[in-house]
């Protein structure tokens, strides 16, 4: 990922863009590119970002993301809210780290086209289903369970594959939290691997709907983030048009008190900063 410095464009808007949405093909969201540009248009957002997830191989019924064969409707009902929505639509999509197809498969589908913005994910593992009050959510199994997510987290910067890390500590999605002590442990590692690869982080803000009452990132982790510079994006997660820019003014106070003053733009995967 290339990083060029350039001032805010005049035609900035005062929201952040949102660069984490998911249309029908997700299984799971609602609605299409065009819808979520018109929505977008009307609360003001200067541009989105279609970020559905990647097809699986192999994945005849998939219950998240859309088919391998779906992926071409994906692309063409991007390009038409990109020729006809009233806000700018950007093509990303939300790549699901998985170590047993970084080596081919993934590289390969992005190739297949000219993303303007790549999330990288972890979706495979119980890192979210876990309940405060199940029984095996012991203070033993919860720390270890943090721990196998951030190494993973790691190894999703260490691909080199990715711009921008999704919903960063979506671990404490259910309220299953370790000891500040171990977050101070596990959380710097991460985001050093992060630094190095270049990558930005979102601020994901579906987590104040969630049990974990917060953002993604914590302000902990924001205040980590910022001392090693790595740029931010910001992201609602959509899944229906009514949710584009959801939360986005607590979440943009939120980053300025931990001394951001910009966000990252993305075109072509090419990352630019432009003012808050």
């Keep these: 990922m290339t990083t060029l410095e350039i001032s805010s464009p005049s035609s900035f808007s005062s929201w952040p863009a949102d660069y984490h949405t998911h249309t029908y093909l997700c299984r799971h969201a609602e609605y299409t590119p065009l819808d979520y540009s018109r929505a977008a248009a009307e609360k003001g957002i200067p541009e989105i970002a279609c970020t559905d997830h990647i097809p699986f191989p192999n994945d005849p019924a998939p219950s998240i993301r859309m088919a391998l064969d779906e992926f071409d409707l994906y692309l063409s009902l991007v390009r038409e809210a990109q020729a006809q929505g009233p806000c700018p639509v950007l093509l990303g999509v939300e790549a699901d780290y998985r170590r047993d197809l970084v080596d081919g498969y993934i590289q390969q589908l992005l190739d297949r086209t000219d993303f303007d913005l790549v999330l990288g994910s972890l979706h495979t593992g119980p890192f979210w289903d876990l309940m405060p009050d199940d029984p095996t959510a012991t203070p033993e199994f919860v720390e270890q369970m943090w721990r196998t997510y951030f190494l993973r987290m790691a ?3 260490d691909a080199r594959l ?16 370790p000891s500040e002590k171990v977050l101070a442990e596990i959380v710097p590692p991460a985001l050093d691997a992060v630094a190095q690869a270049g990558m930005a982080i979102e601020i994901n803000t579906s987590g104040l709907e969630h049990a974990a009452a917060e953002c993604y990132p914590s302000m902990q982790i924001l205040a980590w983030m910022q001392e090693r510079s790595i740029p931010i994006t910001f992201g609602s997660d959509a899944h229906a048009p009514s949710q584009v820019g959801r939360h986005f003014e607590p979440a943009a106070d939120l980053v300025k008190s931990a001394g951001y003053t910009t966000r990252a733009s993305f075109r072509k995967r090419i990352c630019r900063q432009v003012s808050l």
């Design 155 to 157: 190894d999703l910067a």
């Design 162 to 177: 990715f711009d921008v890390c999704s919903h960063f500590d979506i671990v404490k999605r259910n309220g299953c939290r």
